[in-house]
């Protein structure tokens, strides 16, 4: 079966601008999850969609926001990029949420630089 | 709220010698438990899971005991590869709350193997 896809693989961006980045999920997946794996930070969690619906984000500011769309698959959108929003970001699906023992099985990142 | 704390790296160790990466964590009720790798410039693979108290998660050689007496889910492998080499993850997964159904990670290991 087809695994996390990510796109675009590389996203280079100035301050100021916003960057969108998707997310497909493995079929019959409907949770999608984001993460941002900055150097020296480790990996934090950002935004978690179910049924097309946000169920819980990070300690991100607003300016971090996505959205699920019908099919599942998901984008991320950042607005008024800074500096440290230079990161690999991460995107994971897993089967329904209420199963917890379920895996998450991740994408292989857009790595996002900010100039 | 849920946290993982795990050795920090870089560990360094010579083809067939025995790994060991420590990893407690801090959860309300039984979380699930996860082992992650990740490979130079790809996104995180799931390793291993255990799921209740007692499990055993093993796969490729390496195993880790979920251990509830001590918080505990340390990695082990018995004889690691030049290709183990990589950055691996501790992360739970909670069973309750709004906050629960994303993975909390650990700071990560950087493993070095060499020849």
Not at chain 1, 4 to 31: D, F, N, Y
Not at chain 1, 52 to 76: D, I, K, V
Not at chain 2, 100 to 105: V, W
Request: charged share 15%.
């Amino acid at each position: 079966e087809a695994g996390v896809t990510q796109s675009p693989t590389h996203l280079i961006k100035t301050r100021g601008q916003q960057a969108t980045l998707r997310c497909s999920p493995i079929s019959g997946h409907t949770s999608v999850y984001w993460y941002q794996q900055a150097l020296g930070l480790g990996l934090q969690f950002l935004l978690w969609y179910d049924e097309g619906e946000e169920r819980n984000r990070g300690n991100f500011p607003p300016r971090f926001s996505g959205r699920q769309f019908p099919n599942y698959s998901s984008e991320l959108n950042v607005n008024a990029l800074e500096l440290e929003d230079s990161a690999l970001y991460l995107c994971a699906s897993s089967l329904e949420a209420g199963e917890v023992a379920q895996p998450q099985h991740f994408g292989d990142g857009t790595r996002l630089s900010i100039l | 709220g849920n946290s993982v704390t795990q050795m920090e790296g870089p560990v360094t160790l010579s083809e067939e010698a025995f790994l060991t990466i420590n990893c407690t964590y801090t959860a309300t009720g039984y979380p699930s438990l996860f082992w992650y790798v990740q490979y130079p410039g790809e996104g995180l693979q799931l390793l291993l899971k255990a799921t209740k108290a007692d499990d055993k998660g093993s796969n490729k050689g390496f195993e880790a005991t979920y251990r509830k007496e001590t918080t505990s889910f340390h990695l082990e492998k018995g004889s690691v590869q030049v290709s183990d080499s990589a950055v691996y993850f501790c992360a739970l997964r909670g069973h309750s709350g709004a906050g629960s159904y994303q993975l909390t990670f650990g700071k990560g290991t950087k493993l070095s193997v060499i020849p």
